[in-house]
């Protein structure tokens, strides 16, 4: 297992201390969009918008080898980068991380506060594939009104993911 340090109490790029209160473990929740305001927030030139985008996602965890295997081995999300606390996956434009945080220990306590939505093409192969991987989804495919289908399931933290494929 690897060491524990908080990723939310330092420097940003700012100058300003960016402690975020981390009580539970809801800090995994924290996206790293909150995180991002500071460091790509910017003012266009023609005063255009402060926010361009989301950068990523972080889940914190207090085991990393587990969350680390499940997102490379069972979802088949490209490696982008690795440090003993902190893995960094390829998403399209953003990056889905995944970080020891020393206030997070355990399962999650309110595992529908946030969800991540994973992309897919075809979401009935998709389901297949990840339920002959052992995945257990608490949700199967469902075709929502508005066209497009979701299945829900949970990594092995209980963080809640959906499966989502755009109508079409």
Not at 121 to 128: A, L, M, P, S, V
Request: proline share 5%; with cysteine; charged share 20%.
């Amino acid at each position: 297992m690897v060491s524990s340090r908080h990723y939310n109490n330092r420097r940003n790029d700012f100058g300003t201390h960016s402690a975020i209160p981390c009580n539970d473990a809801l800090c995994r929740y924290r996206l790293t969009a909150a995180l991002s305001v500071l460091t790509i927030a910017a003012f266009n030139s023609g005063g255009g918008r402060v926010i361009q985008g989301v950068a990523g996602i972080t889940i914190w965890t207090d085991d990393l080898d587990d969350l680390t295997v499940f997102y490379r081995n069972t979802l088949e999300l490209p490696v982008h980068s690795v440090r003993p606390t902190f893995v960094t996956f390829e998403w399209g434009p953003m990056r889905l991380n995944i970080g020891v945080h020393s206030d997070v220990k355990g399962q999650t306590a309110e595992p529908f506060r946030v969800m991540v939505n994973l992309s897919v093409e075809d979401i009935h192969r998709t389901y297949e594939v990840l339920v002959a991987r052992g995945v257990d989804f608490i949700r199967p495919p469902e075709k929502e009104h508005w066209g497009g289908w979701v299945a829900t399931f949970s990594d092995p933290d209980g963080n809640v993911l959906q499966l989502l494929q755009q109508p079409g």
